[in-house]
């Protein structure tokens, strides 16, 4: 009788950049095994479109569209993976689908009498179903946020199954935002957003050097870290507020960017070495603040874009001095790939029926089971 279920996970980040699919073996044990993996850039006026809906610029009738074509691109990546692993679709149990988040508020805001938070991602399942033959899972942020939480983060769940507990870990993913999760002994597990990631980044990457993200941090290396700059820009309400806490392009849009920009430095590669330094310090602030008093720390293993980036962990180091720091492909997950991996968990216990949020670290009311199935 088999012990495992076969599953292709896929996921896109508040990066925009495009699709990351992983195939993956879940075993009734819960360990894993990830067989192959496929990654699809959006096109170029996929992305924009993207960028236009995140910051809040767009019609009710491109939300419709788009979400019909994030799906059939969704579809394009897992049939392709298919066709790289050379594995029969009968032999797939099922595809598990973050979608592509296009709006994210877990704040409080009151219509007709009715105080809500809410999230939008966008990629319908039942679109992916049809184009994949193949049953799709999906929708997960939604019934977190049913149950008052932030509908974020949710990889917090799937992180205490694939680490464990056998040492206090910080696992760190940085993607377009940063986010960890918190597992020690010597307290509940609990997670938060630190701050901003590589959204950042990017963006002046693409301003300045009309180049998509800085190539193992090689842009910042060439500049010097702005001390003034850094301090105006570390002066912000969210870093202070007590975790459960998220936060992505609500905050960190087009518009804060550019404000930004204008107290910025002259010389454009010290613009970027600062933002960078900018998501270092946040990390390791985060953690003096809310974590350390709480635990010490053996290990921080990092993952996301951001692992990629040398001169980032360089500040981080030295930030976090005497703190052993790895990357998630020192326990044979690709750093791109973790978040991908973390939602075939999430899929895994939706068709199973189990609850797959953490409310420590969204502050939901309850254990709920989070997803949507389209047959």
Aim: aromatic share 10%; charged share 25%.
């Amino acid at each position: 009788m088999k012990n495992y279920k076969t599953i292709i996970s896929m996921m896109s980040g508040t990066s925009l950049d495009g699709v990351d699919a992983c195939l993956v073996k879940i075993f009734d044990n819960l360990s894993f095994e990830i067989l192959d993996s496929f990654s699809l850039d959006y096109p170029s006026d996929v992305k924009n479109k993207l960028l236009q809906l995140a910051n809040n610029k767009g019609t009710v009738e491109d939300i419709c569209f788009m979400n019909f074509v994030i799906g059939e691109l969704f579809a394009k990546a897992a049939n392709f993976l298919i066709k790289k692993a050379k594995i029969k679709k009968e032999n797939i149990d099922f595809i598990s689908s973050h979608g592509q988040t296009i709006w994210h508020s877990p704040f409080y805001k009151e219509i007709g009498g009715i105080k809500t938070k809410s999230t939008l991602q966008i990629g319908d399942i039942s679109v992916i179903a049809y184009k994949t033959g193949i049953m799709t899972v999906g929708d997960f942020r939604t019934k977190d946020m049913a149950a008052n939480g932030d509908g974020a983060p949710l990889v917090p769940f799937a992180d205490k199954i694939i680490f464990g507990s056998d040492k206090n870990r910080l696992i760190q993913n940085i993607g377009g935002i940063s986010n960890v999760t918190v597992l020690s002994k010597d307290c509940p597990i609990f997670a938060f957003d630190n701050g901003v990631g590589n959204m950042l980044i990017d963006f002046y990457m693409n301003k300045l050097f009309n180049l998509p993200f800085d190539k193992n941090g090689e842009t910042a290396k060439r500049g010097k870290v702005d001390e003034n700059w850094l301090n105006e820009l570390l002066n912000e309400p969210y870093y202070e507020k007590t975790p459960p806490k998220t936060t992505g392009r609500e905050l960190y849009n087009e518009n804060y960017a550019i404000k930004k920009l204008k107290t910025a430095p002259s010389d454009k590669y010290d613009i970027i070495a600062t933002i960078t330094n900018l998501t270092a310090r946040l990390i390791a602030d985060s953690y003096k603040k809310f974590i350390f008093p709480k635990t010490n720390i053996e290990e921080i293993i990092l993952g996301g874009g951001g692992a990629y980036n040398l001169t980032l962990i360089k500040f981080l180091k030295d930030y976090l001095q005497n703190t052993d720091i790895k990357t998630h492909e020192d326990y044979n997950i690709p750093n791109k790939l973790k978040e991908c991996l973390a939602f075939a968990y999430l899929g895994y216990y939706t068709v199973n029926k189990k609850p797959n949020n953490e409310p420590s670290a969204t502050g939901a009311d309850d254990n709920v089971i989070m997803g949507k199935i389209a047959y």
